[in-house]
């Protein structure tokens, strides 16, 4: 049976809120800058429900957990809260009414890895161009690359009068065959791979994200979701700076 966490240390409340740092909350509970559903606390140990009404120097916050999840996403499906006419990622079950909203994007003719967080300040630090976080895609493309064209890729193409960053293009020819290719990104212009590839003449037949930083894809079945574990967390907090 597991049991569903109620509590939680204030000092560790405040940092899942995105409020804080762990240290900086310890500081912020020591000056009696912090209530708890109208009192002063001084201790950073004391443990406060989830629910809890949190002020910080009178400005109120709601308590709620920093929650992180992932998604498979199939092709055809839309990276967007709401559609009037498209099937969107935020009608998977596990993502209703969590609060949660997709960090990034894959377009509607890609699938594979998505993130999913309440955290904002842990979504607007995985997008930061700043935070250069790597993601690979494998990718299925309507003929073998020619001699020279994974080099070409990897130096920077030039789309429309800006030079993409360097990028890592290999071949999967070993693993799967040789129309496949590994990408690896540490930006994220829209559709990048896609319009890298028209500049040769090279198509795109499908298009899977597999890991994004430390966070790998797996075995996860194409449509389903899941929370990541607090290890997964971590990582993808030092992935990108950005205390526990």
């Known amino acids: 049976m597991v049991t569903k966490l109620t509590h939680a240390p204030l000092h560790r409340l405040l940092s899942k809120l995105g ?64 559609d009037a006419r498209e099937k969107v990622v935020c009608d998977h079950p596990m993502l209703r009414d969590t609060g949660c909203g997709p960090v990034g994007r894959l377009d509607k003719a890609s699938e594979g890895l998505l993130l999913f967080t309440n955290d904002t300040r842990l979504a607007n630090r995985l997008t930061s161009p700043e935070a250069h976080l790597p993601k690979v895609y494998e990718v299925r493309l309507d003929r073998p690359l020619r001699s020279g064209e994974l080099e070409a890729l990897g130096a920077g193409i030039d789309l429309g009068g800006e030079l993409t960053r360097r990028s890592t293009w290999t071949s999967m020819e070993e693993e799967r065959n040789p129309s496949w290719v590994r990408v690896q990104l540490r930006e994220g212009k829209n559709r990048q791979i896609r319009r890298m590839l028209g500049v040769l003449g090279v198509g795109v037949q499908r298009l899977i994200r597999t890991a994004i930083g430390p966070l790998q894809l797996g075995s996860l079945a194409r449509g389903a979701a899941r929370t990541l574990d607090e290890e997964e967390v971590r990582a993808l907090r030092r992935a990108v700076a950005q205390p526990d």
């Open 19 to 82: 409020l804080a740092s762990r240290t900086q909350a310890v500081e912020l509970v020591g000056a009696g800058r912090v209530r708890v559903n109208g009192q002063v606390v001084h201790d950073p140990q004391q443990w406060s429900p989830w629910d809890s009404l949190v002020e910080i120097d009178r400005g109120v916050v709601q308590a709620s957990v920093a929650r992180l999840l992932c998604l498979h996403k199939r092709r055809g499906v839309v990276t967007a809260r709401v």
